[in-house]
């Protein structure tokens, strides 16, 4: 009998026990919009987007940042940037960087657990398995893209998100150009159907919608030019084009086109062809957005004599929903004299294209076209003016001029393009209100994985062939 008392109590306390650790996790993890209850760690960040996020301030986060990273330049050029926010002359931040830096970071950090919210952009091939300490820790995390950048990887992720929902915390990607004003009037005009009609299937020959984006190796951040690590141009440590910026345009084309719908990818997904090929700097250039005199042992294998071959750029061609997409990623190594990164989208309806183009002719700058399937329809016109008028309401200002027989610019107030850098600042402020709610949109998760499932199947298909 008395054993049966203390194995009792045991049960009883240890139950007693995992219900008040679960009520401390949960508590944790409680949000109200407060000032400073949100409380950030920066890990290992190795890539200009982690500091981008603190750019600007927030009521609900807390000044002091703690910081834990490997010692080396990464996490000094990460602090100089911060520096630099804190000190500018207009509307300067006061972010109080705490720094632990050694080879024991990590668990470092998971032991002392000094936030709640997890900010990583860095070393794409550590990034998966840092996500899943840091939420089986109960902390939050919000991490640049990409989340995976290869098959074992989104695997990992899929158990990330199962860890989250376990733990009652979020996990979310850094997707800053759903803040981008012509992608936002995008999808706003294609879901008009007397402006856009119904949206067109497309041919695996004529994409119904169509995503490219060409970046640069060699460019400006925040007024000054970017130095990258290394390790950048190692795709086993970056992750290929196919797998890194591809991720935006395959998440811009769900968000665009099937709004708020939640997409499987077993279901709804059929992966048709990709391709991959390399973008070659000199020896020069690497030096020149490195600092660094020559190749680290890790990128031999991407030589041939002294120049560097990085596998950059890539293509995915797949059926979404029926709908035939293509997304397009280049690298150069640098932009022409005024030029910059560049963008072309185009989303075919059975009334007209919505396109936007960002190249020399636009100043480089993203601008929205919509192009009618007729050119000489009236009563189009007037409908298209209508809905302009209606979608001004939200988004004051914005007009049309018409470049030719049925194709007109939307005219969109400077107030609006806020910049590159400034939708770091606007992805932080809806984390912080998913936060508050306790959730994301029902449709975030099996977007998000579906997503990491397109890119990571089009690098093994591209890679096989």
Not at 281 to 301: C, R
Not at 354 to 368: A, F, K
Not at 370 to 380: H, L, S
Not at 384 to 390: A, N, Y
């Amino acid at each position: 009998m008395k054993k049966y008392l203390i194995a009792s109590m045991a049960v009883l306390l240890i139950g007693t026990s995992c219900s008040q650790k679960k009520a401390s996790v949960e508590a944790e993890n409680v949000f109200t919009g407060k000032a400073g209850e949100v409380k950030l760690i920066t890990l290992d960040p190795g890539h200009f987007h982690a500091a981008l996020v603190q750019k600007t301030s927030y009521p609900q986060v807390f000044k002091d940042v703690y910081v834990y990273a490997p010692e080396g330049e990464d996490v000094q050029d990460h602090l100089k940037k911060i520096e630099a926010y804190n000190s500018r002359a207009e509307s300067p931040t006061v972010w109080n960087e705490i720094v632990y830096t050694g080879p024991d970071f990590l668990q470092k950090m998971l032991q002392e657990k000094k936030g709640n919210v997890m900010v990583t952009a860095g070393n794409n091939g550590k990034k998966t398995e840092y996500i899943k300490q840091t939420l089986s820790a109960g902390i939050n995390v919000l991490a640049d893209k990409p989340m995976a950048i290869n098959t074992a990887n989104f695997e990992l992720l899929k158990e990330c998100f199962d860890i989250a929902r376990e733990k009652g915390v979020l996990l979310y990607d850094i997707m800053t150009e759903r803040h981008e004003i012509t992608t936002i009037l995008q999808r706003e005009f294609s879901l008009l159907p007397a402006v856009y009609g119904e949206q067109q299937s497309g041919t695996p020959e004529d994409p119904a919608i169509v995503k490219e984006s060409v970046h640069h190796f060699f460019k400006v951040v925040s007024g000054s030019p970017l130095k990258r690590p290394a390790w950048f141009f190692d795709v086993e440590q970056q992750g290929e084009g196919i797998v890194d910026v591809s991720t935006h345009l395959v998440d811009m084309i769900q968000w665009e086109a099937f709004p708020d719908e939640i997409i499987d990818y077993n279901r709804d997904i059929e992966m048709l062809d990709a391709n991959r090929w390399s973008t070659s700097l000199s020896l020069a250039q690497f030096k020149e957005v490195t600092g660094l005199d020559g190749y680290p042992d890790y990128l031999k294998k991407a030589l041939r004599g002294d120049t560097l071959h990085v596998y950059s750029n890539g293509d995915i061609l797949y059926k979404i929903k029926g709908v035939h997409a293509k997304v397009l990623v280049k690298w150069n190594y640098t932009y022409p004299e005024g030029g910059g990164d560049t963008h072309f989208s185009v989303m075919k309806g059975s009334k007209a294209n919505l396109v936007i183009r960002q190249d020399r002719e636009q100043n480089y700058t993203p601008e929205l076209y919509i192009e009618a399937a007729v050119t000489t329809d009236a009563a189009y016109v007037d409908n298209l003016q209508k809905e302009v008028e209606k979608l001004s309401v939200n988004y004051p200002g914005i007009t049309l001029s018409k470049v030719k027989e049925g194709v007109w610019q939307v005219l969109i107030p400077q107030e609006y393009r806020v910049g590159h850098e400034a939708h770091f600042g606007q992805v932080m402020e809806n984390f912080l209100q998913y936060l508050q709610e306790g959730a994301l949109p029902d449709w975030e998760v099996p977007n998000m994985i579906t997503k990491y499932y397109i890119t990571t199947k089009a690098l093994e298909i591209a890679k096989n062939k």
